[in-house]
């Protein structure tokens, strides 16, 4: 199985190249379309929130996303540096399950290879409190 990981939004902030403009979010959410449009082969198509924001990582699932990055590691740190949306990026699987219900799609956890781990849209699922994300 292959996954389009991650393509990533370019960053200007504190590096050489900061004097290239950042594309908008116009024009991310195009380059997911389009990827999953050219790139139909590929079955999962991610898109790593700590970099986009959560808005727009939920909105990103309506552009041809099918996975949200939920795990976070100290390459996140890069990001932060570089100016991403969330500078300090920590989010409970509670936000994330309702990140992605609020954008009506369907939260199932996976492991590396892709198995499902658990689905937190079945009946039998245990639902931890439902909390809003924004602020």
Request: hydrophobic fraction near 35%; aromatic fraction near 8%.
């Amino acid at each position: 199985m292959v996954i389009l990981k991650n393509p990533l939004k370019f960053r200007n902030k504190d590096n050489d190249m900061s004097n290239v403009p950042e594309s908008s979010i116009v024009e991310d959410m195009k380059m997911y379309a389009v990827a999953r449009i050219y790139l139909d082969n590929f079955p999962h198509l991610k898109a790593y929130w700590p970099m986009l924001g959560r808005q727009n990582a939920q909105l990103s699932l309506s552009f041809g996303v099918n996975d949200i990055d939920g795990t976070i590691d100290d390459t996140t740190k890069i990001y932060s540096m570089a100016g991403s949306e969330e500078q300090n990026p920590s989010m409970t699987t509670t936000e994330l399950v309702t990140l992605i219900k609020q954008a009506k799609r369907e939260p199932v956890e996976r492991d590396t290879l892709y198995n499902e781990i658990r689905n937190y849209s079945k009946p039998d699922a245990k639902e931890t409190e439902v909390i809003p994300i924004y602020n």
